[in-house]
């Protein structure tokens, strides 16, 4: 087994008790500054490089608070240096860092610094304590901050629409439709070159996450995508719109927050989906939940990620993580007869595929 796949000590690395503390503290500090900085548009400055107090006067921000986090970020951190002529930037490695973790929509740069764990779930570590105790309730006293929560899954996107591409030309699906389209991989999969030979829709049950969605497309110019106002648990309701299509792909990366209405009602829809004749497949995006004995073969990145993911939603009771055998087992009970798994680029992401109705003379996935 290579170093970067040796499994996560929690002792390894540090010196004493009171450095492993700091370090901690140090940590949580760093995440909450760069989520800020990053929300008022610090890190473009910062890749540019310039002074506190033009950053400051240009983003109309307090020079005397900023500069004390960009101070302590240079100082204590790893992302933001300091020159002589007191001018701020990013290291090498915040570069490498912001390089990662940026997209571009159209002519946006995006940046996700902490969007989700910092800023869609903050109100949760918040009133963690509350929620312990069992004077506050998640979805009664105290909700995620949902725009981050989106934000953080477009960044992710254009893998998973490569997945969803791959799996549409296998099937020789002529419509494609997203169940909660607030990911942005329809605004992906209509921007591509080919994408005009196909139709794409997104259905949500919220008229804001639509606004949402559609605003993603408008980013990239694209407006051939159709939106429907219809309910996943019951696609009775708007099947009739694709009732002229040949070949029909259902994807979603949200199976995981279906699963909080209920797993039966998630297996009603899907034979629901299943069963109508022009359906030419259903495909799970997931990350499935790794199970303790996989820990050694996973690198350190992937299980702190995917411990994350099963905390926060089963903490707050939103959705349901499976292993990958249980994500192949509700496909199946859903009408799925044969579920393929498949790698994508997307960090801790699988594709759970099932041709529901191959064509003549295809070979069944």
Not at 36 to 51: A, D, E, P, W
Not at 195 to 220: I, M, N, W
Not at 327 to 353: D, H, I, K, N
Request: proline residues 4%.
């Amino acid at each position: 087994m290579d170093a970067a796949a040796a499994p996560v000590s929690a002792s390894a690395g540090f010196a004493n008790p009171q450095e492993w503390f700091h370090r901690l503290a140090t940590h949580y500090v760093e995440a909450q500054i760069y989520f800020h900085l990053n929300q008022c548009g610090v890190f473009q400055r910062l890749r540019m490089g310039t002074t506190a107090a033009e950053m400051a006067r240009e983003l109309a921000l307090d020079e005397r608070i900023l500069r004390s986090l960009l101070e302590y970020a240079a100082d204590a951190g790893d992302l933001v240096r300091r020159d002589a002529d007191d001018v701020f930037g990013l290291t090498p490695f915040g570069a490498t860092v912001a390089d990662h973790y940026s997209k571009v929509n159209g002519e946006r740069v995006i940046y996700n610094m902490f969007d989700v764990r910092v800023g869609a779930w903050g109100p949760v570590w918040v009133n963690l304590g509350e929620m312990l105790r069992g004077t506050k309730v998640y979805g009664v006293d105290l909700h995620r901050a949902g725009t981050y929560a989106a934000d953080g899954l477009f960044k992710l996107a254009a893998p998973l629409a490569e997945a969803v591409q791959r799996v549409a030309d296998d099937l020789d699906a002529s419509a494609v439709v997203e169940l909660g389209p607030t990911s942005g991989i329809l605004a992906q999969l209509a921007a591509m070159p080919d994408g005009a030979h196909r139709r794409y829709v997104g259905v949500d049950t919220k008229p804001e996450s639509l606004a949402f969605a559609r605003g993603l497309a408008q980013e990239r110019n694209v407006d051939s995508i159709g939106w429907l106002l219809g309910d996943a648990f019951a696609p009775q309701g708007w099947l009739q719109a694709l009732a002229g299509e040949r070949r029909v792909l259902y994807f979603s990366c949200h199976f995981h927050e279906f699963l909080s209405h209920g797993q039966a009602r998630v297996e009603q829809a899907l034979q629901v989906l299943t069963a109508q004749p022009q359906t030419a497949g259903i495909l799970a995006l997931e990350q499935p939940r790794l199970e303790s004995e996989q820990r050694a073969d996973t690198t350190p990145t992937r299980w702190l990620y995917a411990q994350s993911n099963v905390l926060i939603h089963h903490l707050i009771k939103n959705a349901r993580i499976l292993t990958g055998a249980q994500w192949q087992e509700l496909l199946r009970r859903g009408g799925c007869s044969a579920v393929r798994v498949e790698p994508t680029r997307g960090f801790g992401f699988s594709a759970y595929v099932d041709a529901v109705a191959p064509t003549v003379g295809a070979s069944r996935v």
